[in-house]
């Protein structure tokens, strides 16, 4: 079955740094890569995800690639704040929209961000 | 998300007591999950369903039982509450037209002594 790798566990930066989250995937049929933000006594969120059928993502100051070869995904986050404290999971699962099992996510296990103002 | 609630937001129990955890959603989704969360662990599956009739045993279902009362309303029961079940809890739903992405409740800690 998959097994998603994440690195680092635990990430400091300063306020306005780049931080770099990176995560490995094991089964090549896999598809769909979403990450997901986790704050102090809430739930995860989805913040972004990205299909295998592209190679990068952005949404504002946040940015994904994929490289499907090495199969490999990492999370970019620019000009951090203080508010993306929090921690990041990454997640793989082989996508269909109907029936079976897929769509399940199996996830890292986590990367603490702390930025330092 | 608001649209995914989870009751009792935190609970203590001791070992050996029957605990049910609730989840209900609004969002419309046939959908639902129940995670686990342990640190440094990430998180596992433990049930999923696909509709009312639905139940499927996830990466670790073992000593956990759920039950699918209705498409809104999906329920995790500890029959036997061990202390290495304590853990943060989630509930989770998706649509089966975009299945990959889920939408997480704000969890459950749980407690057993």
């Known amino acids: 079955g998959e097994n998603v790798e994440q690195h680092p566990s635990t990430l400091s930066v300063q306020e306005g740094d780049s931080a770099v989250i990176k995560c490995t995937y094991s089964d090549s049929a896999s598809n769909y890569f979403p990450w997901y933000k986790q704050e102090l006594g809430k739930g995860p969120q989805l913040i972004i995800d990205?299909?295998?059928?592209?190679g990068e993502k952005k949404d504002q100051r946040i940015a994904v690639t994929l490289n499907k070869t090495a199969k490999h995904f990492s999370l970019h986050i620019t000009e951090t704040q203080p508010e993306d404290s929090a921690v990041y999971f990454c997640?793989?699962?082989?996508?269909?929209?109907?029936?079976?099992?897929?769509?399940?996510?199996?996830f890292g296990k986590g990367t603490k961000l702390s930025v330092k103002p | 998300d608001a649209d995914v609630t989870q009751t009792p937001r935190n609970r203590i129990t001791k070992t050996g007591k029957r605990i049910m955890l609730e989840c209900s959603q609004t969002?419309?989704?046939?959908?639902m999950y129940w995670y686990r969360q342990d640190p440094g662990l990430g998180l596992r599956l433990i049930y999923y369903s696909f509709d009312v009739k639905d139940i499927n045993k996830g990466e670790i279902s073992d000593g956990y039982s759920v039950s699918r009362q209705a498409q809104a309303k999906f329920s995790l029961s500890l029959e036997s509450a061990i202390p290495n079940q304590t853990a943060l809890y989630f509930c989770?739903?998706?649509?089966?037209?975009?299945?990959?992405?889920?939408?997480f409740g704000p969890g459950t800690r749980l407690t057993v002594l």
């Open positions: 990205i299909r295998s059928n592209v």
């Open positions: 997640a793989a699962s082989m996508s269909q929209n109907y029936g079976g099992s897929q769509g399940n996510l199996i």
């Open positions: 989770a739903t998706s649509d089966r037209r975009r299945a990959d992405t889920q939408y």
């Open positions: 969002k419309g989704h046939d959908r």
